[in-house]
C-alpha cells in the first residue's frame, strides 16, 4: 500500500493512503454515515457489508446522530475493533458547511481519545454523495485533525484513506500547501 508519512512529532504521526477503508488494521475506522446511521450507499454501504449485520443490530439501538456528531459501535467482521459513525454536512455552499465537517472530524477524534483509542482511519467525509468539493474538504480535514494531533497525545496515528488515485493525489497536494505555507 502506499503510504506517505508525513507528520511526526513526540508519539503523534499522520498518514495519508489510497485503499478501501473496511480493510484497514487501525482500532477504529471512521464511517460517513447518514443520521439514522443506516448502511445505505457509498463507504457506509462498504462498511456495513464487511462488519456483517450485527452493525446495523447495534446501530438502530445508538438513537441515530446529528450533522457534525459523531457515535462508536463495535466493528464486528472488521479487524477493526471499533467504527465510528459521523454525519458529514450535505454541500449548499455556505459557511456552515465547514463548521460541520470541521466538527465531524473533531467529535470523532474526541470520541477516540475518550475510549483510549491509538490508531483510527478517515474516508474523506461528506466528498462522495454528500457533494463536498474535494479540495475544499481536504484542506479543512488536513487542518483540523493536525491542530488535534498537536494538541493530543491520543489517537497516536490518524490515517486518511482515499479511494482512488485523483482523491489521493488531492490529499498529498492540499497537505504539501499546509506544510509549505508553515515553512515560508
Ligand atoms: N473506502 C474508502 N473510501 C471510500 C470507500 C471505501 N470503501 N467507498 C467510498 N469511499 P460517501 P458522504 C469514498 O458517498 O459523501 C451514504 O449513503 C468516496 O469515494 O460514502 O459523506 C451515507 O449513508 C468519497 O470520497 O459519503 C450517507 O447518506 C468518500 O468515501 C451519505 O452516503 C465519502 O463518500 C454520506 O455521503
Redesign the pocket.
Known amino acids: 500500500m502506499k503510504e506517505e508519512v508525513f507528520f511526526n512529532e513526540g508519539k503523534t504521526r499522520l498518514q495519508i493512503v489510497m485503499?478501501?477503508?473496511?480493510g484497514q488494521d487501525t482500532e477504529a475506522i471512521v464511517n460517513?454515515?447518514?443520521k439514522r446511521l443506516?448502511?445505505?450507499?457509498?463507504?457506509?454501504?462498504?462498511?456495513h457489508r464487511a462488519a456483517g449485520p450485527e452493525l446495523w443490530e447495534e446501530c438502530k439501538k445508538l438513537g441515530g446522530c446529528e450533522t457534525g456528531e459523531a457515535k462508536i459501535s463495535g466493528g464486528y467482521r472488521l479487524k477493526a475493533k471499533y467504527v465510528i459513525h459521523t454525519v458529514?454536512p450535505v454541500y449548499n455552499n455556505t459557511p456552515q458547511n465547514a463548521r460541520d465537517l470541521e466538527n465531524c472530524y473533531l467529535n470523532s477524534l474526541n470520541l477516540a481519545k475518550k475510549h483510549g483509542i491509538r490508531s483510527v482511519s478517515f474516508?474523506?467525509?461528506?466528498?462522495?454523495?454528500?457533494?463536498?468539493p474535494?479540495e475544499e474538504a481536504a484542506d479543512i480535514s488536513l487542518r483540523t485533525v493536525i491542530k488535534f494531533m498537536q494538541d493530543n497525545d491520543l489517537p497516536e496515528t490518524v490515517r486518511f484513506?482515499?479511494?482512488?488515485k485523483k482523491?489521493y493525489e488531492v490529499f498529498i497536494k492540499s497537505l504539501q500547501k499546509i506544510t509549505a505555507a508553515w515553512d515560508s
Open positions: 485503499g478501501d477503508i473496511t460517513a454515515a447518514n443506516a448502511p445505505g450507499g457509498g463507504v457506509a454501504g462498504a462498511i458529514g474516508p474523506a467525509i461528506s466528498t462522495g454523495i454528500f457533494g463536498y474535494l484513506v482515499l479511494f482512488g482523491d
